[in-house]
């Protein structure tokens, strides 16, 4: 099978195209690849088996030419990738996914300061300058590992997207005045994306117990609510001290369930 062609941009490499490329690797994870970090000639631009990615001054899926510097209004790279890919539904769940795209288009100041990411010196992160250096000094020896990368960003968006579909659907009701929400799983993930997400977000969250066979009671900072008032009750068998969350012994019925919890609101 004769290799399909990605070209990208020379000097330094960037999280912007590594994790574009990544995408395409693990999407068509059977096709052989190779790939040129330099300026594409003309021919390339109009050749759509050529992949020109955050290079070429073209956003053109139709010849797979993935540039956004010709307009600022035009998402990173590995957005417009992802898009061809039929990705962005799933993968636009990632917390990190639009202050990403913001940070290689406006730069990590004003995005930090958008998204309250804090000092850029402080959060850069070196995993990620480590895997975008080993592209820039190597990128074909490098294929597998990005390759790697993007299987796992697919998969863990596609669990989170998951997670947040099922919380959209879980129960929801108010215990003692503080809006709650049951969910009978005992994977929590996503929980805080769905939160960010949602207009009316619970400030209480009831799961099942992840090591045992009893509820997980949980309560976001600012509530007005302290579990460990109700670490004495023999329905419990763990209240953490500050508070934040406790465990029951069975699997109570929700309306004990709910009796319990409200004994833990501390105001109204």
Same mark, same amino acid.
């Given at each position: 099978?004769?290799?399909?062609?990605?070209?990208?941009?020379?000097?330094?490499?960037?999280? &912007?195209?590594?994790?574009?490329?990544?995408?395409?690797?693990?999407?068509?994870?059977?096709?052989?690849?190779?790939?040129?970090?330099?300026?594409?000639?003309?021919?390339?631009? &109009?050749?759509?088996?050529?992949?020109?990615?955050?290079?070429?001054?073209?956003?053109?899926?139709?010849?797979?030419?993935? &540039?956004?510097?010709?307009?600022?209004?035009?998402?990173?790279?590995?957005?417009?990738?992802?898009?061809?890919?039929?990705?962005?539904?799933?993968?636009?769940?990632?917390?990190?996914?639009?202050?990403?795209?913001?940070?290689?288009?406006?730069?990590?100041?004003?995005?930090?300061?958008?998204?309250?990411?804090?000092?850029?010196?402080?959060?850069?992160?070196?995993?990620?300058?480590?895997?975008?250096?080993?592209?820039?000094?190597?990128?074909?020896?490098?294929?597998?590992?990005?390759?790697?990368?993007?299987?796992?960003?697919?998969?863990?968006?596609?669990?989170?997207?998951?997670?947040?579909?099922?919380?959209?659907?879980?129960?929801?009701?108010?215990?003692?005045?503080?809006?709650?929400?049951?969910?009978?799983?005992?994977?929590?993930?996503?929980?805080?994306?769905?939160?960010?997400?949602?207009?009316?977000?619970?400030?209480?969250?009831?799961?099942? &117990?992840?090591?045992?066979?009893?509820?997980?009671?949980?309560?976001?900072?600012?509530?007005?609510?302290?579990?460990?008032?109700?670490?004495?009750?023999?329905?419990?068998?763990?209240?953490?001290?500050?508070?934040?969350?406790?465990?029951t012994k069975e699997r109570l019925s929700i309306d004990d369930l709910i009796?319990?919890?409200?004994?833990?609101?501390?105001?109204?």
């Amino acid at each position: 099978m004769k290799a399909q062609l990605i070209i990208t941009h020379p000097g330094s490499a960037h999280f &912007d195209e590594v994790t574009a490329v990544s995408l395409i690797l693990a999407v068509y994870a059977d096709t052989a690849f190779r790939i040129e970090r330099r300026e594409p000639a003309q021919a390339e631009l &109009d050749n759509p088996d050529v992949w020109v990615v955050d290079i070429g001054d073209r956003h053109e899926p139709e010849k797979r030419n993935f &540039d956004h510097h010709q307009d600022m209004d035009c998402p990173a790279a590995f957005v417009l990738v992802a898009e061809y890919l039929g990705l962005v539904e799933t993968m636009s769940v990632m917390p990190w996914w639009y202050f990403k795209d913001e940070v290689d288009r406006f730069g990590p100041v004003k995005s930090s300061a958008k998204y309250h990411a804090g000092d850029d010196l402080v959060n850069r992160n070196p995993v990620e300058s480590w895997l975008v250096a080993s592209f820039a000094s190597g990128p074909e020896a490098s294929l597998p590992l990005l390759k790697a990368f993007g299987a796992h960003i697919i998969e863990d968006a596609s669990m989170l997207k998951s997670q947040i579909d099922f919380w959209k659907t879980s129960s929801r009701l108010v215990i003692a005045g503080v809006p709650a929400m049951i969910g009978e799983t005992r994977e929590s993930a996503g929980l805080e994306e769905f939160r960010r997400l949602d207009e009316n977000p619970p400030d209480i969250v009831i799961s099942l &117990d992840r090591r045992d066979e009893g509820w997980r009671l949980f309560r976001y900072d600012g509530t007005p609510v302290d579990f460990s008032l109700i670490s004495d009750r023999p329905e419990i068998a763990f209240a953490h001290k500050s508070g934040f969350m406790a465990k029951t012994k069975e699997r109570l019925s929700i309306d004990d369930l709910i009796a319990l919890v409200s004994k833990a609101v501390t105001k109204f």
